[in-house]
């Protein structure tokens, strides 16, 4: 009877760990269900590079003020606007600059009427070189240095910006064999920053924190104004969290942030 008793309370407990292994086989099933759930009600957005630490900045503040998060992507706005064509998933594009959003516009992948300017970018000539870039841009002309960096002229305005700088100047063709490219302004930035190139052409917001290198910020006169406009893209067009993202993005809570990392938020007069 001792071993009747022994053998069943034994299929019992295998029952019961057959039971509560599936409970929580079920249980890590369902968590990992609703991460997928909350990860797809993130609000997609691709953002120039240049823009990374305001967007942060601004996704962050949005978040607390609507509780929508946003699943922010950072890039080339040339690479950018491929993928979108090519339909990848983004709700919302932030560009670098005016052209792509009102190509979009055009190939009616846009929703009519949305694209916006919303801000101003500023071209500076930096150096992780606390003394190399002088007050009015004279190194250039010196040329006493190896690699200078800048973004593709192909994919990232900014870099448009630096050529259309250095060709103003009357620099280009002796400082063309120096020029270092990378595929954004952010590598371009990283060129600098780590020291594979001296100095380089760069978004102003992606120094204007830093109190260690030296910069030269270029006369918007040099190059064409740097107009970045913001469109809200047709997959977003039934979401509400993409719509809120884009009235948040005007607001005097966000245009403070932007100014904060030194853009223009309205084109000069």
């Not at 890039?75 to 594009?93: D, N």
């Not at 190896?146 to 009357?170: E, N, W």
Request: glycine content about 8%.
């Amino acid at each position: 009877m001792i071993y009747g008793h022994v053998k069943t309370a034994a299929k019992h407990s295998t029952c019961l760990a057959r039971y509560v292994g599936k409970a929580v086989f079920l249980a890590a099933g369902f968590a990992m269900m609703a991460s997928a759930a909350a990860r797809a009600a993130d609000i997609p957005v691709a953002v120039a590079a240049n823009f990374t630490a305001p967007a942060k900045e601004i996704a962050t503040a949005f978040r607390a003020k609507t509780g929508y998060t946003v699943a922010l992507s950072f890039g080339a706005s040339g690479q950018f606007y491929a993928q979108i064509t090519q339909g990848a998933p983004f709700e919302v594009f932030l560009s670098a600059d005016e052209a792509r959003p009102k190509k979009i516009d055009a190939d009616g992948l846009a929703v009519p009427g949305s694209v916006f300017t919303y801000a101003v970018g500023k071209l500076v000539l930096w150096s992780a070189n606390p003394h190399l870039v002088d007050a009015n841009g004279m190194v250039l002309h010196d040329g006493g240095f190896t690699h200078v960096a800048i973004g593709d002229p192909k994919s990232a305005p900014f870099g448009t910006a630096a050529i259309q700088t250095m060709k103003a100047l009357k620099v280009y063709d002796q400082l063309a064999p120096k020029i270092v490219t990378g595929q954004s302004i952010t590598q371009a930035y990283q060129f600098v920053a780590s020291g594979n190139a001296e100095l380089g052409f760069v978004s102003l917001s992606q120094v204007v924190h830093d109190k260690k290198g030296s910069e030269w910020i270029v006369p918007q006169t040099l190059y064409s104004p740097i107009l970045q406009d913001a469109v809200l893209l047709k997959t977003g067009a039934q979401d509400p969290g993409a719509k809120a993202f884009l009235t948040f993005l005007q607001s005097p809570a966000a245009l403070k942030i932007i100014k904060n990392y030194g853009y223009d938020t309205k084109p000069a007069s």
